[in-house]
């Protein structure tokens, strides 16, 4: 199975700040990776696929890179409403996964 | 506009069974991949199962495999979870997600909101 590591498990920031966030595949799944923003009580909202490509209606200023077994999402100016949980997902084998996720909070 | 509604849960003993269905709406339901991935209280997202647009190829995570089934009616734009063997483990928040269509192995874009298994005795 592969395992998804995200780092780090939580993160404060201020609003305007840039913040990155990783994610380690066990093996490689090439660009196949997921990337979800969630808030206390909703469902998880799809920001990036593909490891890059920016879902619709997402803002600009998410951003994801990476392939084969290292990933990042990058938020370029920090929001109010960006403060969730963000958690990246593997789609490459039949068995997808999601990693333990990262909790943005406010500094 | 695309929904996806999840009912069934409630409280069950372990080893118990329960069957979990999600209607869904707004879209070709038939030609869509479809996904169950749950949230333990205060936990992290774990992906459950994944059934192609036909039914004919279904996948499971470890955790649940040969305790839980996924079906779905295509015709009713329906999809299904039994489960059975419940195990206090299993006690979780469970969405319906959709994956892509032309089974594409899309990771899932729009979810519902959940609804509530609680394996206790």
């Known amino acids: 199975d592969i395992q998804m590591t995200q780092s780090p498990s939580t993160l404060s920031a201020s609003v305007g700040d840039r913040v990155t966030i990783t994610c380690r595949a066990s093996q490689s799944i090439d660009s196949w990776l997921a990337w979800y923003q969630q808030k206390p009580g909703k469902a998880p909202k799809l920001l990036i696929y593909?490891?890059?490509s920016l879902q619709s209606g997402v803002p600009s200023r998410f951003s994801g890179s990476g392939s084969g077994t290292e990933f990042t999402l990058t938020i370029s100016s920090l929001q109010p409403d960006d403060f969730a949980t963000y958690y990246c997902q593997q789609y490459n084998s039949y068995q997808y996964a999601f990693g333990q996720g990262t909790k943005l909070e406010i500094k | 506009e695309v929904q996806l509604v999840e009912s069934g849960g409630g409280l069950v003993q372990p080893g118990g069974s329960l069957r979990l269905s999600c209607a869904a709406s707004?879209?070709?339901?038939?030609?869509?991949?479809m996904n169950w991935v749950r949230q333990a209280p205060g936990r992290g997202l774990e992906w459950v199962s994944y059934?192609?647009?036909?039914?004919?190829?279904?996948y499971y995570a470890d955790s649940v495999m040969g305790r839980f089934t996924f079906s779905r009616d295509n015709a009713k734009n329906s999809m299904f979870l039994e489960m059975s063997s419940l195990r206090v483990e299993d006690t979780a928040l469970y969405y319906c997600?959709?994956?892509?269509?032309?089974?594409?192995?899309?990771?899932?874009?729009?979810w519902g909101q959940g609804t509530l298994v609680t394996v206790s005795s």
């Open positions: 997600a959709r994956g892509g269509p032309n089974d594409d192995y899309d990771p899932p874009d729009y």
């Open positions: 593909k490891a890059s």
């Open positions: 059934i192609t647009s036909s039914g004919k190829t279904i």
């Open positions: 707004g879209f070709t339901f038939s030609t869509y991949e």
